[in-house]
Every structure is written in C-alpha cells, then in structure tokens.
C-alpha cells in the first residue's frame, strides 16, 4: 500500500516561493500510480487541482497558476517536489500530494485520487 507524506514550511512570507516535496514509500514507490499530483484546500473554494507530474516526466498545469509552478521529481528518492511562486494571502491553505492512474484537473474529488497524503497547513503571512 502506498503512502504518502507532504514536508516544508508552514509559514511563508508574500511574494516568496512555497516549496513542498511528497515522499512515496510503500507498494512500488513511484511506480505504483501515474500520476502524481498537487492539490490544495483553501478557504472558500474546496479543492483545487494544482498539477501533477507523469512518469514519463510529463507535467501538467492549472493553467491559471501555471506561471507560478514549478514540478519537479526524483525517482531514486521517490519524491516529488512543488515550487509556488509570488505567493499571497490567498495561497493560504491545506496542500496535499496525491497519486492517481488517471489525470483529473476539474472539480475533482477525493475519490478521483487513489492515495493521498495527510496534507500540511501552509500560511503565507508576514
């Protein structure tokens, strides 16, 4: 069974880079899904698909946040990292890594998403 574990800071200061990194452990790691995937909760909007990257290296964007994102992986280590740009206030939130086998980028659902990891809190103050 795959597991999954979100780290980074949970304080980030406007206008700076949120960076995130998932750890994959269990089942075949990073060879066990398709699709790995950023998804956040803020407040007023539920769930909002922030991209994903492919096994064969592939990314895909929101594309309204897509100037902002940076994806990035590392299979030997099975993690896979996020890099948010020039963030606000408004990229306040519950940030979760998520696999799927299949790619969901609009009003998706847990259920959309076979594993998840537990999310982090992540407030961009000053």
């Known amino acids: 069974q795959v597991q999954l574990q979100e780290s980074g800071p949970n304080l980030v200061q406007p206008s700076q880079t949120l960076s995130l990194t998932c750890t994959v452990s269990?089942?075949?790691?990073?060879?066990?899904?398709?699709?790995w995937n950023w998804i956040r909760e803020t407040s007023g909007k539920g769930l909002e698909w922030i991209g994903c990257?492919?096994?064969?290296?592939?990314?895909h964007f929101d594309p309204l946040l897509g100037r902002r994102i940076s994806l990035s992986r590392d299979t030997s280590k099975n993690q896979f990292s996020l890099q948010l740009s020039s963030v606000t206030p408004e990229d306040t939130g519950v940030y979760y890594c998520?696999?799927?086998?299949?790619?969901?980028?609009?009003?998706?659902?847990?259920?959309?998403?076979?594993?998840w990891g537990q999310g982090t809190q992540v407030d961009v103050s000053s």
């Open positions: 998520a696999a799927s086998d299949y790619l969901e980028t609009v009003q998706i659902k847990r259920t959309d998403f076979t594993a």
């Open positions: 269990g089942g075949s790691g990073m060879r066990t899904y398709y699709y």
């Open positions: 990257i492919a096994n064969d290296g592939a990314t």
